[in-house]
Each structure stands twice: as C-alpha cells, then as structure tokens.
C-alpha cells in the first residue's frame, strides 16, 4: 500500500491493559514474530492487528474452529499462504513496520478476510471478487477504527489518532471511487475481461471494493455470508454469474436477499 500516514506514539507513562479485548470471545489467535518490526513494540502491533481483526470478526458468526493465525513481515507480503506450517497455524505475511498502524490495519484487514472466505485453490477466474471484497474489508476495518479509536482505543492514550485513520480511510475513498457517472454494472461490464486475467489488479479491485462497502456497513450481519463464497463449485472454470450463483446456493437462505442486492449492482439476475 503506498499511502504512508506514519502515527508516532509518545512512549507510554501509564500502565492499562488494552480496551474491548475480548481475548476469551475471539476465534482466532494472532501469533506475532517477536522481531523485525523495527522501532514499533510487538505487544503494539498485536493490538492493531486485533483491533482491525476485531473490527470484522464481531459481525461474523464464529468461526468452526480455533484459528490460529501466524503473523510475520516479509517483503513478499502481504500474502495468506495455502499451506499451514507445522503448528497447524494459518501463515500471513505483511510487508509493513515501525508505527505504521493504519498500514498493518489495512493489510491485516485484508489478508484475515481471505481467511474469513475460507480461501483455496483453484480457478483464478473469479478470484478478483474475493480480492475485491478483501480491499473493502481494510476500508471497512479502518472506517470502524476511525470511530472507535475516538472513545475505545486499545490504550487510553491513543484516541487522538483515530484523526489520522479516518485521513488514511478518506485518502483511500477518494481513490477507489467510481468516475462520476459510471455505475457499479458499467464498471464490471467495461472491465470483466481484465479481471479475469489480472486477479490483484489493486487499481480496478479498489473500485469494486469502494462501490460495495456500504452494502456491508449498512448490513453488517451479513458479513458471515463470504464463508461460503468458496464452497461448491467456486473454484471451477465458471463465469461470473455462475460463480454469483453458486454463492448463493451455496449460503444460508437468510444470506439470500443480500446476494441478490449485490448482483443486482453488477447488473447480474440470479
């Protein structure tokens, strides 16, 4: 992500155990690297990362299982691996460090949607879906930070920088926004062909991702509803409608009028 908004932390004079960790409700575990964070304290980044994790995870039915989830940098991130290591952990590299907060929120986001979409291998054709949705899952992360960091921080004294969230989210609304006058259908229909072949085309999946956002903070509670847009016949050669389709057979009938309203946005019946 190249928008830089870098947050320097005052070094902490009080001691408080963090706000709104619900350790105990959580499906997930975030296991950090110790090191190579650079001047950021692993126990800080912990705390974002929960707290962009959180930020989705509340609307989410839980998750089948404890998911433990690994947590390193490397410059080929930010990645979700399709191989567990030998823990059993989900692996996700992230390419950012020191306090970059609103950088780790926004590709921690992302890749913990993959895991939410229960991601697998396949057919790439329509994989630019689920990365799209995954960029609106960072907008969607930073936009609940931007307003619960102003009361609920993870520590006391961070509340001011709920400020620079929302300038980073802002910074994120104006790029992905559709051009004036093009709506979500024409924007598919201009640009299905390139999505097929270029899955993480960041450019293009952030249009998407701006367009549906709303959909998913004006109806949270069907954020449970990516976990199955992997199942069935996702991952085989299909076009889009079909893929749209099998999601919904794939889902829950009270997921249904929620899929419907989005395929209605691509232009696509079900």
Known sequence: M?????????????????ANCNENERAYQIRLDKEGWGNASPNDIEAVLYSACD????????????????????????????QRNLRGEIIVKINTGDRYWCQYSYQMAHEFCHILCRFRNGSRRNLWFEESLCEMASMFALRSMAKTWKT?????????????????VKDLETKHALPEGISLADYYSDHSKKFEKDAVNRTMNGKIAG??????????EHWPSISYINNGKAKEDISFPEYL???????????????????????IPL
């Open 2 to 18: 190249k928008i830089q908004h870098l947050i320097i932390l005052a070094p902490f004079l009080i001691i408080s155990e963090l």
């Open 55 to 82: 930020s989705i995870h509340q609307h989410f039915a839980s998750l089948k299982e404890n998911e433990p989830i690994h947590v390193s940098r490397d410059k080929t991130g930010p990645i979700t691996l399709f």
């Open 152 to 168: 609920s921080p993870p520590y006391p004294n961070w509340k001011s920088y709920s400020a620079f969230i929302r300038d980073y």
């Open 211 to 220: 367009a549906l956002l709303i959909a998913f903070e004006t109806n949270p």
């Open 245 to 267: 389709k099998n999601w919904l057979n794939e889902a829950p009938k009270k997921h249904h009028i929620f899929i419907h309203s989005l395929a209605r946005q691509f232009g």
